[in-house]
């Protein structure tokens, strides 16, 4: 197959001093029109080469009310719990050595859940979500092949068993701008990519141009904020961009928010995709699985977390 110039020549050419994030309509993201399905993976392209980040707007079969409950009757009322009762559940009571395992992407027999009694329904609420997210994600795929002029299947095998993680964050009103503290520092996330649900109306992501710019992405209506990780970067020599953001919830209001962080079979071979690579060009990243680059990463932030707890 031949080597797509335009896709080297729109990574060289590319500009990440953008001033807002792109919007784009997902509403026919099943469609089976040919031209449609290349006209939304244009812009998707466009939005992956030039800004790191998208919004992914009006997704069908996922009401914009689903996340939206999921906050209002389910995390509030867990964040509102006892600090002892919050800690019975902490996340370093299900992580063992840096060691996971996913099955049908979810983190099998690692899960904590708090007790039916003190938050009823959260985790029947929870895994309804959940699960529907995950079929947006994988969604999402297809169209990341043909954005990057290969078959939409090429993703079909390395996506059996997707790493999919995702938390529920709660984030106190931050009373000093200062980077890192109650929110979260600069940082860039390390899947393929990460689809974010931000709780209206609180503003607190921030995405970094290349002139050192902090671009607002505030929550919107029907909408998802997509960004995409170092996983995905990797397999395109930088061809996509995994662009620095952070959060900081500067408002006086409780913020809350939804990420999930989503990557492939963890045997999956992270070798650079042909199509990202001009006559002659070597990649950057040596060959590593999926799997021990995700592991190196999660030990890191966990090691961290451990250090700072």
Same mark, same amino acid.
């Given at each position: ?131 529907? +997210? +995950? ?42 701008? +200062? ?131």
């Amino acid at each position: 197959m031949p080597l797509p110039q335009f896709l080297v020549s729109k990574a060289s050419v590319a500009s990440s001093s953008f001033d807002a994030i792109p919007v784009i309509d997902f509403s026919n993201l099943y469609s089976t029109d040919s031209a449609e399905r290349r006209a939304l993976a244009d812009k998707i392209l466009d939005a992956c080469v030039n800004v790191g980040f998208f919004y992914l707007k009006d997704p069908p079969g996922l009401p914009a009310s689903l996340p939206y409950d999921i906050i209002e009757k389910h995390a509030k009322r867990f964040f509102a719990l006892p600090q002892a009762e919050k800690d019975a559940i902490d996340i370093h009571k299900s992580w063992e050595d840096g060691k996971y395992e996913s099955d049908a992407g979810e983190m099998a027999g690692t899960n904590v859940w708090p007790n039916e009694n003190m938050v009823p329904g959260f985790r029947e609420g929870i895994l309804e979500y959940y699960h529907a +997210v +995950v079929q947006l994600g994988l969604a999402l795929f297809p169209l990341f092949a043909l954005a990057l002029d290969l078959p939409e299947n090429f993703f079909d095998d390395k996506t059996t068993r997707p790493a999919a993680i995702m938390r529920i964050l709660h984030y106190p009103p931050q009373p000093e701008p +200062v980077d890192g503290i109650l929110g979260i520092g600069r940082h860039t996330d390390y899947e393929c990519f990460t689809l974010l649900y931000q709780h209206p109306p609180v503003r607190a992501l921030q995405v970094q141009n290349t002139d050192g710019v902090w671009i607002d992405a505030d929550p919107m209506d029907g909408a998802f904020v997509v960004n995409i990780g170092d996983q995905l970067a990797r397999w395109t020599n930088d061809v996509f961009k995994s662009t620095p953001h952070r959060a900081r919830n500067l408002s006086g209001q409780e913020r809350y928010s939804m990420p999930l962080f989503f990557g492939t079979d963890y045997d999956v071979l992270l070798e650079t995709i042909p199509t990202c690579l001009a006559p002659g060009e070597k990649p950057k990243y040596p060959i590593v699985t999926a799997g021990e680059y995700v592991k190196s990463r999660l030990a890191e932030t966990y090691q961290h977390s451990r250090t700072d707890s």
